[in-house]
């Protein structure tokens, strides 16, 4: 089984004092768009959200569809809680499509074109490596031991990549001047 995980349990500290994840976008909440392409991409045979910082508000505000949030209680330890987290949630999973709920715009077409590569692939955007990224095998479990604010960053280095420039915008939202230069 291929699923699909979005991590959105950071504070988001550099966007102010309102949670960035219910931020509005083109009339819906920031997180709502990762969610919906998750969601919408029919490879993926479960959709994992990993939520954390007032969790209880975002799921209130968001329509998580056929999406299972899940609350990380150790969020504030840093990306890799959240990403262990969204993992052990999906421990039958042969390989799972790690997307961010901050990049609105990385829609179901890169979803759908990183569900069919092998583990250990991630999406690029002009050549430079972002999200989504593919995990799966001895990478997951690699994955499952790190530690702090880099998530599988440093596991991918060396990943292969995929093109997806063509279909998706990866340009994230770390503050509301960011949300303010989205196109819509």
């Keep these: 089984m291929i ?16 949670p960035k994840q219910l931020a509005e976008l083109d009339g819906r909440p920031l997180l709502q768009h990762a969610v919906d392409a998750a969601v919408a991409a029919d490879a993926l045979g479960r959709v994992v959200v990993v939520l954390g ?6 799921t209130d505000a968001v329509d998580f569809g056929r999406a299972e949030p899940v609350v990380c209680e150790d969020w504030d330890d840093g990306q890799a809680a959240s990403l262990r987290c969204g993992l ?4 039958e999973a042969e390989r799972v499509v790690v997307t961010l709920g901050d990049q609105p715009w990385v829609g179901t077409e890169a979803i759908m074109r990183l569900a069919r590569e092998p583990a250990g692939t991630r ?15 001895a990478l997951a479990a690699a994955a499952l031991e790190l530690e702090g604010d880099e998530g599988a960053r440093g596991l991918l280095r060396d990943a292969r990549t995929v093109e997806c420039g063509d279909v998706a915008d990866s340009r994230d939202v770390d503050t509301v001047g960011d949300l303010k230069e989205m196109p819509t």
Excluded: N
């Design 3 to 18: 699923a699909g995980l979005v991590l959105a349990a950071g504070a988001g500290r550099r966007f102010g004092d309102e």
């Design 53 to 58: 910082a007032r969790a209880e508000q975002i």
């Design 88 to 91: 052990r949630a999906l421990p």
């Design 123 to 137: 999406a690029a955007y002009d050549g430079v490596p972002g999200h989504p990224v593919v995990l799966g095998g």
